[in-house]
């Protein structure tokens, strides 16, 4: 049975740091693009970081750029997301989601089949 199951999340003060982890059961996070999503309310999923599993190459939003590293490890079937110098507008539920490395747009949540089912971020300032 596939599921991808998020941990880390929590409340943090602005300048602070969490590491999200997405555990991954039912297939092969070595075979697929892993990405990171986040919702904050009344507004839409937002592509936060992705990681290509072919050459490893890395997208990141804008917002999150310098502050926030997505990575992975394939022994363990499990996806990160370090998330430094939180700022009160990175409040939101982070999901992660995958999918087979045939996706145009990385960023796109249109273009992922598989999520979790999200973890709170709250940064207080």
């Known amino acids: 049975q596939l599921q991808l199951v998020e941990s880390g999340g929590g409340l943090v003060q602005t300048g602070g740091s969490l590491r999200l982890s997405c555990a991954v059961s039912?297939?092969?996070?070595?075979?697929?693009?892993v990405a990171w999503f986040r919702q904050a309310p009344g507004k839409e999923r937002e592509g936060v970081a992705s990681?290509?599993?072919?050459?490893?190459?890395?997208y990141y939003a804008n917002s999150v750029k310098g502050r926030f590293t997505i990575s992975r490890d394939n022994w363990k079937n499990t996806a990160y997301l370090q998330m430094d110098n939180l700022k009160p507008e990175d409040t939101a539920v982070y999901f992660c989601?995958?999918?087979?490395?045939?996706?145009?747009?990385?960023?796109?949540?249109?273009?992922?089949?598989?999520w979790g089912q999200g973890t709170q971020v709250t940064v207080s300032s």
């Open positions: 989601a995958v999918e087979p490395p045939y996706v145009r747009d990385y960023l796109s949540a249109d273009e992922y089949e598989y």
């Open positions: 039912g297939l092969i996070l070595e075979d697929h693009i």
């Open positions: 990681e290509s599993n072919r050459d490893g190459t890395t």
